[in-house]
């Protein structure tokens, strides 16, 4: 697991402990009030009163969901995030990271693109631009002879291999 999925998934079980506090007695601490999602709202609890170590927090876990390549798929971060937040202030018992993380988490993978570089030979592996040139008679480098790729040409590969 990357530094940075780590840190997604530690902020948001930081944020879901603070939001399940129980509300201070001090109302003048309350530095932010939102309603909560249309599904998850009643007429005794239209919405949420927030501090400002829950915002801050708030903050600090969309900031990481968005530089998370897991969740860089996601349309609308927000609406989703705030589910979140709603659904860990409503349901205090449930663990929700778990299931946050499985809906909108897409697992990363890499793939290698193989691209033929005609009248291009490298006596060994070589790296350009993040472009690798391994030399023509690399055992990676696939062997298609109807692609007319041949001895004259090498393979760039483009990508983790």
Request: with cysteine.
């Amino acid at each position: 697991m990357s530094r940075q999925s780590v840190t997604v998934e530690k902020a948001l079980r930081t944020l879901q402990q603070l939001v399940r506090r129980p509300p201070p007695d001090d109302k003048t601490q309350v530095v932010m009030t939102k309603r909560l999602p249309s599904q998850l709202a009643t007429d005794e609890t239209p919405g949420l009163a927030l501090l400002g170590d829950e915002v801050a927090a708030m903050a600090t876990t969309q900031a990481a969901l968005l530089d998370d390549l897991r969740f860089e798929h996601m349309r609308n971060v927000e609406d989703a995030f705030w589910e979140f937040v709603a659904e860990c202030w409503l349901d205090r018992r449930n663990n929700h990271v778990p299931t946050f993380i499985a809906q909108h988490e897409i697992k990363l993978f890499d793939d290698v693109c193989y691209v033929p570089v005609e009248f291009l030979t490298v006596p060994s592996e070589t790296e350009v631009l993040g472009v690798r040139l391994p030399p023509v008679d690399d055992e990676r480098v696939p062997t298609v002879a109807a692609a007319g790729w041949g001895p004259s040409s090498t393979t760039a590969f483009l990508g983790r291999a």
